[in-house]
């Protein structure tokens, strides 16, 4: 969906944010179109940051620099990117379609919905929620496995069911 220069400049826009350099601005309208975004750091291989929205509220390169900031500085699950890890800072970004709720008549009948490889999952059961970015599937290729993960993820039982449990699916386009 973006060519390679406005993937460049999303990965550019992401890395300044996290060096606190000057954004570089741009008015490419596909840009500047409202978009949700997740954006992961890793460092060999690792997880060291990732932070997003699954709601779409500002312009893709606004929402892409302040997820980026967010995930180097303020992911609650590790301590703040260092000067040092700079350089070493790999970035992938993950530009969300809108989510669009499932509908299906038990677990059964959800989990062959389900598109292993393609969906991202948002699972909601009151004040209980949880997602899961498609690239997830390349650690939990098992549909099973990859929801009952899930519903841990959203501080449930891998067991758990209900007939008012909510879930949404969407895609993602990746940069990197």
Wanted: proline share 7%; net charge negative; glycine share 6%.
């Amino acid at each position: 969906m973006y060519s390679t220069e406005q993937k460049k400049t999303l990965l550019r826009i992401a890395r300044c944010a996290i060096e606190r350099a000057k954004i570089p601005e741009t008015s490419e309208p596909e840009l500047m179109e409202h978009r949700a975004t997740f954006v992961t750091l890793e460092i060999g291989g690792q997880l060291r940051g990732c932070i997003g929205m699954l709601e779409a509220f500002r312009p893709l390169a606004e929402d892409v620099a302040e997820n980026a900031f967010a995930a180097a500085f303020h992911d609650p699950r590790f301590p703040p990117v260092s000067p040092a890890e700079l350089d070493e800072l790999y970035i992938s970004i993950s530009v969300l379609s809108p989510p669009e709720e499932m509908v299906f008549s038990s677990e059964k009948d959800l989990l062959e919905q389900i598109r292993p490889g393609i969906d991202g999952l948002i699972l909601q059961e009151g004040f209980h929620k949880g997602t899961f970015l498609p690239s997830v599937w390349e650690q939990l290729p098992e549909t099973e496995v990859f929801f009952g993960q899930l519903k841990l993820k959203a501080g449930l039982s891998p067991s758990y069911w209900s007939d008012s449990l909510r879930v949404f699916r969407y895609t993602a386009e990746y940069i990197q």
